[in-house]
């Protein structure tokens, strides 16, 4: 019998996929990743195994999701089509990591996920199994499985008996993490309906936050968020309290009508309140702290590591690439930017550091003033110079 490892979530889809393989004489390896969905694994786990799966991993990767993948992405400044901050994105190639080593360990000869043909987490999985070993077989059932709609999916886990609450089903499609949120489908496809309330859960409505504003002061070292409000956090803890304390505020909701990898645009909702906060706040520490090339060139920069991480490139030598040369201009990004939220909004009202280039010497209109202004007609005569004739 070959051995499949399966991607698993939980949900109807891949509950289904687990009976399917097993049809098609695969003896499946469930493998649950907690990336900090917030789910009953063990409730999962049971599902998995009465759904015929052999074998049932569960590992916990919220730390390693959080240092390796969304803290290079906050470092790169990284937000796709300047809108989302790629939550979802981040975690298929880490998920995808696992699988591979998953089905090395077990002598598998092949790895599944639930995706459809349709979106780009098929592409970010099945590129980044590819290219940590090409050798194994990939099983994509949804794309080619005989169930056209939900209905007859949902039919058929009833006749085999898979155990799926489908009463329970949201009319929306979510993905969900430590680190966001990701609803689409539904009243959401059309991109002139307004999102609903319920769809929220990571965001209180600004309507609905504190009638007073917060601040807060987040410190970074190297580039990286250490402290909250004077108190070190691990990485983890800090994008669990910034949920926390953003949600509160209404921070971090987006909407955005986005380009997949496969050709279509489409409608999709965003909830981010530490990775919000924690750009803008990282953003405006660089505004302080790098020289201008540096700074505008990592715009640049952040614009590609986005797109890569969008089209599923993590395990690319580009990528690589980049992280050293975003790094390298990462040696000086320690300090701290006080922020305040209030009803959705999330502005910098202060920002200092050791190596901040800002001097006020040079900027003050005041009495203490040092910028010679005798050299500015020089300047300024040279500045033109290339374009007179
Ligand atoms: N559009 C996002 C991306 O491509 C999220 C995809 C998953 N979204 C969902 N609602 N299931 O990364």
């Known amino acids: 019998m070959k051995k499949v490892v399966l991607a698993y979530s939980g949900g109807l889809d891949t509950s289904c996929a687990i009976k399917w393989l097993t049809d098609r004489d695969y003896k499946v390896i469930a493998f649950i990743a907690d990336i900090g969905q917030n789910e009953d694994f063990q409730m999962i ?17 919220q730390k390693e999701f959080v240092q390796d993948y969304v ?56 590129t980044t199994v590819s290219i940590l070993n090409p050798k194994l077989e990939q ?38 993490n430590l680190y966001g949120r990701s609803i689409e489908c539904g009243v959401l496809e059309d991109p002139w309906t307004e999102p609903p309330e319920e769809i929220y859960q990571m965001t209180k409505s600004p309507q609905a936050a504190p009638q007073k504003p917060e601040q807060i002061e987040i410190s970074f ?17 800090m994008i669990q309290t910034l ?32 990775g919000t906060m924690l750009h803008l706040a990282h953003q405006e520490l660089e505004y302080l702290v790098l020289d201008r090339e540096t700074l505008h060139f990592k715009h640049v920069l952040a614009y590609k590591y986005a797109e ?22 990462q040696e000086e990004l320690t300090g701290t930017i006080r922020l305040k939220l209030y009803k959705g909004n999330c502005t910098v009202t202060g920002r200092k550091s050791p190596f901040s280039r800002y001097k006020i010497e040079l900027a003050t209109y005041g009495d203490k003033d040092v910028f010679n202004q005798q050299l500015a007609e020089g300047f300024n005569r040279l500045w033109s110079l290339p374009y007179q004739r």
């Open 139 to 176: 099983i994509a059932p949804l794309r080619i499985w005989e169930f056209k709609t939900r209905e007859q999916e949902i039919e058929y886990a009833l006749r085999q008996k898979i155990p799926v609450d489908v009463t329970k089903k949201s009319p929306y499609s979510i993905d969900k």
């Open 45 to 61: 786990k049971q599902r998995a195994l009465k759904t015929g799966a052999s074998k049932i991993y569960v590992l916990n990767l």
């Open 308 to 329: 890569i991480v969008y089209y599923g490139l993590w395990e690319t030598p580009m990528k690589k690439q980049l992280d050293a040369l975003i790094s390298q201009t």
């Open 243 to 274: 949920n926390a304390i953003g949600g509160r505020h209404g921070i971090g909701r987006v909407d955005a009508v986005e380009n997949r990898l496969v050709g279509i645009k489409s409608r999709e909702i965003y909830e981010n309140p530490a």
């Open 71 to 126: 803290f290079p992405a906050l470092k790169a400044g990284a937000i796709y089509e300047n809108k989302y901050l790629l939550a979802t994105a981040l975690s298929r190639p880490l998920i995808a990591k696992h699988l591979v080593e998953i089905a090395q360990k077990e002598n598998a000869t092949a790895v599944a996920h639930g995706c459809t043909g349709k979106g780009n987490d098929q592409v970010r999985f099945e």
């Open 221 to 237: 070292v190297k580039g990286l968020p250490a402290k909250l409000n004077g108190k070190s956090l691990t990485p983890v803890a």
